[in-house]
């Protein structure tokens, strides 16, 4: 079964600081992967779709990087803001079309 | 475009009770999902439906049923609500299993 990890579980900066987040999962025989942003009692807002082929996708001041081989992701975001403070996941779909999310990152971006 | 809505919002049960969350997309999105989180637990899978007229059991069905009532529309009903499923419940939708999703704004229900 596929396993998805994202470390830190939390994590802390000042505002204007750029930022990585990771996401790891076992095994590399994926279709796509997907960041989500969620604010708290909110659901999920979709951030970034990276499929198997492509190394990474762009969103504004947002960079998701795919390395299928190590088995890592990582979200990039540049002079963050106290507006990005919100959890992080990561999820992982496979060949057989199945979602496998992490436990996410809970970001504070402090003024 | 509403995009994914879930209702209600919230529900308070008691442990034998019965009840239908509702959840409708907008997107002429072919596949439809229901999820759990529980802190500590991330996400999980109840039940999902790859395109209309199918449904298919994910990682925790057990207490839960579902209709895919047409293309827009996909229900989660408890038939005999116990403690063990207060959540946090969302619904989410895609144009293919597989493809980018899209969750609802969740229903919180606590059962006492």
């Known amino acids: 079964k596929q396993e998805v990890t994202q470390i830190p579980a939390a994590l802390s900066v000042p505002e204007g600081e750029n930022l990585v987040l990771n996401c790891s999962f076992t095994?590399?025989?994926?279709?796509?992967l997907q960041w989500f942003r969620q604010d708290p009692g909110k659901g999920l807002t979709s951030l970034l779709l990276?499929?198997?082929?492509?190394r990474e996708q762009t969103s504004g001041r947002l960079n998701a990087s795919l390395d299928k081989s190590s088995g890592r992701s990582t979200l990039y975001i540049a002079a963050s803001q106290p507006g990005d403070s919100a959890t992080y996941l990561c999820a992982v779909i496979n060949t057989g079309n199945q979602f496998y999310f992490g436990t996410g990152t809970s970001l504070t971006v402090i003024p | 475009n509403a995009g994914v809505t879930q209702t209600p919002k919230f529900q308070v049960l008691k442990t034998g009770q019965s009840m239908t969350l509702q959840c409708a997309q907008d997107m002429n999105h072919n596949s439809m999902y229901w999820y759990r989180q529980d802190p500590g637990m991330g996400l999980r899978l109840i039940y999902y439906?790859?395109?209309?007229?199918?449904?298919d059991k994910g990682e925790v069905p057990n207490g839960y049923n579902v209709s895919r009532l047409n293309k827009r529309e996909f229900s989660l009903r408890l038939e005999s609500a116990a403690p063990s499923q207060t959540s946090v419940y969302f619904c989410?939708?895609?144009?293919?299993?597989?493809?980018?999703?899209?969750f609802g704004p969740g229903t919180r229900l606590t059962v006492t």
């Open positions: 095994d590399s025989a994926i279709y796509n």
């Open positions: 989410a939708s895609s144009e293919a299993p597989g493809w980018e999703k899209y």
């Open positions: 990276i499929q198997s082929s492509q």
């Open positions: 439906s790859a395109s209309e007229g199918t449904t």
